[in-house]
């Protein structure tokens, strides 16, 4: 492995924001878009509304946070349901924002390197403080992950709420944390591969050990799923506390799964293009089969799954709500990245001149 320290940039490979900084700051408003439907049907709301990029979007319990550019660098804000708040104004760049009960975490620069931050509702607190970069965090019930570069390779960390474990300590760099319930999964290199590893809360077990490589894993409720390559293609597996089972055994390519409720969701090729597939608990379900669109990037959420798709023209926003599939977005411009949370989505769409933040709900 490279013993030189990565970039910021270098690291941040989970960071889909590809944004170009444009000019001066505008005012984040609220606004029903025209021709949504009214107060007692669905409506798309817009959140930001500035000549600035706004997105990399979160949302949980209907308060959503994105990471926006105020003409300097990105900042860190907040809907929480009536109003915006900007949760930082300095002149270090500040990304990847998480979202969970109301608490917000990010990686935000010091002048020196990446380091982790946390806003409780109230306040922000620092909770990392040297000069290695520390990066990606995720959070839940208060507890916050990430990884950090400790001057070899990437280790897992984990704030419980009170102080700071290190959950690995090896010579092969371990990222991409999730944490769910108190516990954390992540993908760790053992010197041969990548594998899959569980804290429990109490230990840390390794959940794959192979000679081919398993990553992209995700959590919930103790279950954890990712994507492996057999040799010829990435299938999806899911641990459900017990037992690994492989959701996926086919010719094509199976990737970016995402769980909820015992429910994975994922994009996989037909053999044509990327289609969008469900496992209920019992069987999959291929909620979409066309031979023009792409879907892709699915996120779950009480068996609603939303995704992005290309149209022919550019890429929209789709729900498949647990009964049919509704298209959000129809128009001429790109709808990016949604995120679901209690039947409400978010995604970040261009309007023509910059990007913006949106919010679907019924």
């Known amino acids: 492995m490279d013993s030189k320290q990565p970039t910021g940039t270098q690291r941040a490979r989970k960071l889909r924001l590809i944004l170009v900084p444009v000019v001066v700051v505008g005012a984040l408003c609220l606004a029903l878009l025209p021709g949504t439907m009214g107060a007692k049907g669905p409506s798309i709301i817009q959140l930001t509304d500035n000549a600035l990029n706004d997105g990399n979007t979160q949302i949980d319990g209907g308060k959503v946070t994105w990471m926006g550019y105020d003409g300097n660098d990105y900042e860190i804000f907040l809907y929480d349901g009536k109003s915006t708040i900007q949760i930082t104004d300095n002149a270090g760049y500040d990304a990847n924002p998480q979202i969970d009960g109301g608490k917000v975490t990010w990686e935000g620069y010091d002048g020196i390197d990446l380091e982790i931050f946390l806003y409780d509702g109230k306040s922000t607190i620092q909770l990392t403080d040297n000069a290695l970069n520390d990066g990606n965090p995720q959070i839940d019930g208060g507890k916050v992950t990430w990884q950090a570069w400790d001057g070899n390779d990437y280790e897992i960390y984990l704030y419980d709420g009170k102080s700071t474990i290190k959950l690995s300590d090896n010579d092969w760099t371990d990222a991409n944390p999730q944490i769910d319930g108190g516990k954390v999964t992540w993908e760790g290199y053992d010197g041969i591969d990548l594998e899959i590893?569980?804290?429990?809360?109490?230990?840390?077990?390794?959940?794959?050990?192979?000679?081919?490589?398993?990553?992209?894993?995700?959590?919930?409720?103790?279950?954890?799923?990712?994507?492996?390559?057999?040799?010829?293609?990435?299938?999806?597996?899911?641990?459900?506390?017990?037992?690994?089972?492989?959701?996926?055994?086919?010719?094509?390519?199976?990737?970016?799964?995402?769980?909820?409720?015992?429910?994975?969701?994922?994009?996989?090729?037909?053999?044509?293009?990327?289609?969008?597939?469900?496992?209920?608990?019992?069987?999959?379900?291929?909620?979409?089969?066309?031979?023009?669109?792409?879907?892709?990037?699915?996120?779950?959420?009480?068996?609603?799954?939303?995704?992005?798709?290309?149209?022919?023209?550019?890429?929209?926003?789709?729900?498949?709500?647990?009964?049919?599939?509704?298209?959000?977005?129809?128009?001429?411009?790109?709808?990016?990245?949604?995120?679901?949370?209690?039947?409400?989505?978010?995604?970040?769409?261009?309007?023509?001149?910059?990007?913006?933040?949106?919010?679907?709900?019924?």
């Open 197 to 362: 590893f569980l804290y429990d809360g109490k230990s840390t077990i390794q959940l794959t050990d192979n000679a081919l490589n398993d990553g992209n894993p995700q959590i919930d409720s103790g279950k954890v799923t990712w994507q492996e390559y057999d040799g010829n293609d990435y299938e999806i597996y899911l641990y459900d506390g017990r037992n690994t089972i492989q959701l996926t055994d086919n010719a094509d390519y199976d990737a970016n799964p995402q769980i909820d409720g015992g429910k994975v969701t994922w994009e996989g090729s037909d053999g044509n293009d990327l289609e969008i597939f469900l496992y209920d608990g019992k069987s999959t379900i291929q909620l979409t089969d066309n031979a023009l669109v792409t879907d892709f990037s699915p996120q779950i959420d009480g068996g609603k799954v939303t995704w992005h798709a290309w149209d022919g023209n550019d890429y929209e926003i789709f729900l498949y709500d647990g009964k049919s599939t509704i298209q959000l977005t129809d128009n001429g411009w790109d709808d990016y990245g949604p995120q679901i949370d209690g039947g409400k989505v978010i995604w970040d769409g261009y309007d023509g001149n910059d990007w913006e933040v949106y919010l679907w709900t019924r």
